[in-house]
């Protein structure tokens, strides 16, 4: 059967405007796009610990498929929610199956209808969606603007306000002052939510993210962190209080009636956390990648192209969805997995090239994606 008409047009529309999406093949280009940070999706090591660990307990006799408040809470739900809980040092911590989820569950249960949401204007779609969901009020403030967002808080001075950013922020790779942020939102006695999927094994002498990394992380409500990027896993977990984690059990629709994670997904969580625990080389090598990205795109006369950022994600802004997506398959043509991210995902004339640094690119792979961008430019 085919699509209603209507349909039909918003493919051809996504084609004529260069939107049209297909899924990637796998290849072999050199990774400068996925968010595997610290390359622990392809860990060998994790991958075996994780499956002796489950032969070892015998745990794969314990699981059973449902919802974690019905059949689905195997016990090593408890061993790797304690070990999160406490390698992030709080009190609890709730695993959901995905970033998405997690914020499904927090943003559509929390806020109530006479609550306000102060997002920052560059949170991630998951994150806008799920704040809609709600029943409070809710705004966008200027990126990293807190002028701007104490204009939001100053006009709503009986409400109950949550806060909410990143530490990392996906598409510009930049950081808020959250020192600062916080001093604002304990001003005004607000609750200071904070996503940290893109600072997980980037920030902190063992990758514990940028608010744990500044000794600031018992001043914040809640911190969403997320396993598919930094972590090479699937899930997300919830970090806060004991109060925040009964009340999501009770009341986060993506929690309550989702089929939980199995055994082998939580094991492979559990496993890669105590994996980050004692691998400094692979984060100590990312971050001598990072320092040698920022000085070569320096060198070579690119930084007023690029977004400042001190994380692995740098983007260079190439205004136009044609310009953009014409040398993103250069680069490619070239041997070097580059992405191009296009309006509407970014507003018109910030297109850009999105570089994600890893610990497994060699210098030469960063001295020769770069020369190839500026012989392209220039």
């Known amino acids: 059967m085919e699509l209603p008409e209507n349909l039909k047009r918003k493919i051809e529309s996504c084609k004529q405007e260069n939107l049209f999406r297909k899924l990637p093949v796998f290849n072999n280009l050199i990774d400068f796009s996925s968010n595997d940070y610290i390359g622990f999706s392809k860990s060998e090591t994790i991958y075996k610990h994780t499956h002796a660990y489950l032969l070892e307990n015998e745990i794969f006799q314990n699981g059973s498929t449902g919802s974690r408040l019905t059949t689905g809470n195997h016990s090593l739900y408890q061993i790797a929610e304690s070990f999160i809980a406490r390698f992030h040092e709080a009190e609890s911590a709730l695993i959901f199956n995905s970033g998405y989820n997690a914020n499904l569950g927090f943003f559509s249960a929390v806020p109530q209808e006479n609550d306000v949401v102060l997002y920052d204007e560059l949170c991630h779609a998951s994150i806008k969606d799920r704040i809609a969901m709600s029943k ?152 001598q990648n990072i320092v040698l990205f920022n000085q070569q795109k320096n060198l070579l006369g690119l930084k007023p192209m690029f977004v400042h950022s001190k994380s692995a994600i740098h983007s260079a802004i190439i205004p136009g969805n044609n310009n953009v997506s014409e040398l993103s398959q250069q680069l490619q043509g070239k041997g070097f997995d580059v992405q191009c991210i296009l309006s509407p995902i970014v507003p018109e004339g910030q297109e850009r090239l999105r570089f994600c640094v890893h610990s497994y690119n060699s210098e030469e792979e960063i001295n020769q994606v770069l020369e190839l961008v500026r012989d392209f430019v220039f």
């Open 136 to 287: 409070a009020k809710s705004y966008s403030f200027i990126h990293n603007d807190f002028e701007d967002l104490e204009k939001y808080i100053l006009k709503y001075p009986y409400a109950t306000i949550y806060i909410v950013t990143e530490t990392v922020f996906s598409m510009d790779g930049d950081c808020p002052n959250l020192e600062e942020l916080l001093q604002l939102s304990e001003k005004h006695n607000c609750y200071l939510v904070v996503d940290e999927a893109h600072a997980l094994g980037i920030f902190g002498e063992k990758g514990e993210g940028l608010s744990q990394y500044l000794q600031l992380h018992h001043k914040i409500f809640a911190r969403i962190v997320t396993f598919g990027k930094g972590l090479g896993c699937q899930g997300a977990a919830v970090l806060g209080s004991i109060e925040l984690r009964d009340y999501l059990i009770n009341f986060a629709r993506s929690f309550i009636y989702t089929t939980a994670l199995s055994p082998h997904a939580v094991a492979t969580i559990f496993t890669a956390y105590q994996h980050l625990e004692i691998e400094k080389e692979a984060i100590e090598k990312l971050r």
